[in-house]
Each structure stands twice: as structure tokens, then as C-alpha cells.
């Protein structure tokens, strides 16, 4: 995620790590999207005490974390009410080893996962597209992904699944959340 508003990933890290949360960087990336992505109403606060009970035990945060997450859960909104075309997960950047990059895909996923179980409970009367893409998110959350050398290959195989995970949460943002971010008025003018 290359956005202005936000700081890198490193200094995300580095405030939740200070602040002795239970999260990392694309961890809580990851949570917030599978709130904004699972239904979760956009337009309030109500993210806010789950992701408390994810991350810190349901105690509330720090007034500067609370406000980087807040940013962050914005910027999330935001990205995917745009078509989705600027949502990105937030990971390191490329310059990073790829094995630290997969490990922070695989903690975006396991987040996101969490946050869209707390928020979807009719997951089971979704299509068989949402279904299979949360199964498959689910599988990409637990690889252990050892790359034997950083070549081209590897790059672009880890280019597809995070590809792969943006247009998944995409998928069910437009299933559960675009309705309700955009009501669609049924009246012919």
C-alpha cells in the first residue's frame, strides 16, 4: 500500500511492536480488511472493539495506535469503495528478502481471515466463488513459503498470489459490503 496518509510498513511495525499488541503490520492490515471485505458496517466504529479483542485482549489501544489503526481502516475503506483498483495489502517492501515478504502475506491472510469470520456469518449461503476464494485464502494463510533463491520465478509466483489475495478481498468486498457502501436506487427516471 503506497499511500501518502500512511507511514511504511516499518514504522506500522514498529508502533504496534511498541506498543506490545498482539499484531504486526500486515497482520492488522489484514483484520481490517477482512472487516471492511466481510460486511462490517463502513461508516462507524463498530470495527473498533473487535479488533481491540483480536489484538489486545479487548483492552483498549493507545491513543496513537488508535489512531494509526484508524488510519489504516480508512485507507482500507477507502481503497476498496474506489472499485477497488487502489486496494493493496500492505507488506513489506520489494527490497525486503522474499521469505520475509510470503511470511507477511501469509500474516495478512491469517488476519484477514479472523477479521471477515468475526464480521460474515453467512458465509455457507455465499456462492461457490466467495467460498472457494476464502478456502483458498485460508490454504495461502498456512504455507510455509521457503523460497530457495530469490530468482524471477519466485518474485513472480509471489507477485500471483498477492494478486491473487487483492482480488479475492475484492470479491467479497463487492459480495458483502458494496450494497451497503453504495445503495443502488431500483427507480427508473
Known sequence: MNSAVLPSFEKISQALEGAEL???AAETHGVLSGFVCGGIALDDKSWQPLFNDVVN?????PQPIKKL??????????QCADDGLGFNLLLPDDEKPLDERAEAMAQWAQGFLVGFG????????????VQEVIRDIRDI???SLDF????EE???AFAEIVEYLRVSAMLCFNTFSRNMATPISNTLH
Open 22 to 24: 498482539f499484531t504486526n
Open 57 to 61: 485482549e479487548g483492552m483498549a489501544l
Open 69 to 78: 489503526v484508524a488510519d489504516i481502516y480508512a485507507e482500507v475503506v477507502k
Open 118 to 129: 468475526m464480521v460474515q456469518q453467512a458465509l455457507n449461503q455465499a456462492s461457490e466463488d
Open 141 to 143: 494463510s498456512q504455507l
Open 148 to 151: 530457495e533463491q530469490e530468482d
Open 154 to 156: 519466485s518474485e513472480i
